[in-house]
């Protein structure tokens, strides 16, 4: 029967195969997946058998017949309703790639539909774009499409594996999805998947996939890294109240045309911003963009109240290296020393020109001060008791006045006269 059917396969292909159809169907798969080859027949047929060959069709090179069910590598199914036989090739292999026929049994001579089957590997991509991102925050992942995909379906799936990634979409053009959002720019022929609220869960390969009616779709990779805020290390700095402060804040290059904010918060989504922006409009915030790859925030006449965290950034979404994390704390002015405030007085042009006032004022007082005599001590004889030589007498003024009689050795032919008694060593001291 099989050499009767190849015989007439080699006779139709050399008259020009008058019985195949116009079409030759294109299949693609990948390697490791199974493939579906799908073939249409026409009215009239759906009872005959249907069959899958390789090559020349002949008795060995049928693969599968509507007839057969034990065969493991390929397994056929006739939808007669809808006039199509689907055969499946599981766990394809680089070898199955090649020339295939669809065959439907007639009298004399069967009918032929090519397939041609290209198998190809189950990765992506040449090149993959790395994205970082920081946790609790949000990311935005751009992907291009051809023009002729415009209307096309979109979609983004994780891993690596384009066979699956459609039916393991976390979102497509169609079917919006809890922490994902999609937005499609035709005019640039991008669309961007937002993701939000991330976790270090997220971090992954995803695929950007377009859906193609002419073969396999398109794909583009992506790697995201979400980065712990406990990791990110502010700047801390320190500024005096009445004075100011300035930091630098570097962005990557891609910003430079981006507009560039400051805003306060102890979180990064900076929920503080209408009071940012209240102190901004007092122009005690200057922001300038000094090159491409940095800019400089100045806060002048600093208050006790800026003490804080602020986060300046130069891009709306939260990404790894467009924001600068920094802790300002403001402290009161330190109060002068005497030494200082001396110096500074005297640093003054002003004071120069009193010096010569001053040492005039000190040499008159000194020369005054030198003139004042000490006050006369009275002591009252009659209430000096005498010890030892040694005498005790409180004066009138409060003070203890210590008296030690000279004990020189007196002549003993000369009359002791008690009117010129001499008194030496007279000390003064406080009254206990």
């Known amino acids: 029967m099989w050499s009767l ?20 169907i294109q299949v693609f798969g990948y390697e490791g997946r199974d493939v579906s080859v799908s073939c249409p027949y026409g009215g009239g047929y759906e009872k005959h058998e249907k069959y899958l060959c390789r090559n020349e069709c002949g008795s060995r090179d049928v693969l599968i017949t509507t007839s057969q069910t034990n065969e493991t590598k390929y397994s056929i199914y006739d939808d007669r309703r809808s006039r199509i036989f689907t055969t499946t090739i599981s766990t394809s292999r680089f070898t199955d790639a090649g020339k295939y026929w669809c065959g439907v049994t007639r009298d004399l001579k069967d009918v032929y539909t090519e397939v041609r089957l290209k198998i190809t590997p189950d990765s992506c991509c040449n090149s993959t774009t790395q994205i970082k991102a920081d946790g609790e925050g949000s990311v935005s992942i751009r992907c291009p499409y051809e023009s002729e995909n415009e209307d096309s379906l979109k979609y983004i799936c994780r891993g690596k594996q384009p066979s699956t990634c459609l039916q393991r979409a976390l979102i497509t053009s169609s079917r919006q999805s809890g922490r994902f959002s999609f937005t499609d720019d035709k005019k640039s022929r991008t669309f961007t998947i937002t993701i939000y609220n991330l976790t270090l869960e997220d971090s992954g390969s995803y695929l950007c996939g377009v859906q193609s009616d002419s073969g396999l779709d398109d794909f583009s990779a992506v790697e995201l ?13 320190t500024g005096v109240v009445g004075q100011s402060v300035t930091v630098q804040c570097p962005y990557p290059p891609e910003d430079h045309n981006n507009r560039k904010f400051i805003c306060k918060g102890n979180k990064h989504d900076c929920r503080d911003v209408m009071m940012m922006m209240m102190m901004m409009s007092q122009n005690r915030f200057m922001l300038h963009d000094e090159s491409s790859s940095s800019f400089s925030v100045t806060i002048t006449n600093l208050e006790a109240s800026d003490t804080g965290t602020f986060w300046c950034r130069s891009d709306s979404e939260w990404r790894v290296g467009n924001y600068t994390q920094f802790h300002l704390s403001v402290v009161s002015p330190p109060l002068p020393e005497t030494g200082a405030v001396f110096y500074v007085l005297l640093s003054t042009p002003a004071a120069l020109l009193l010096i010569p006032v001053v040492v005039v004022l000190v040499m008159v007082c000194k020369h005054r001060c030198s003139k004042v005599k000490e006050p006369e001590v009275i002591v009252d004889r009659n209430n000096i008791e005498a010890e030892n030589n040694h005498e005790q007498v409180y004066g ?4 203890l006045i210590m008296l030690q009689r000279n004990t020189k050795q007196q002549n003993p032919y000369q009359e002791e006269d008690e009117s010129e008694a001499d008194y030496e060593n007279i000390t003064r001291t406080l009254d206990p």
Not at 10 to 24: E, H, I, K, R
Not at 225 to 237: D, G, H, L, S
């Open 5 to 24: 059917h190849h015989l007439h396969f080699m006779l139709y292909v050399a008259l020009s195969c008058v019985t195949c159809t116009a079409d030759v």
């Open 396 to 399: 009138n003024d409060g003070f």
């Open 225 to 237: 890294e979400v980065k712990e805020w406990c990791c990110v290390i502010p700047k801390n700095m």
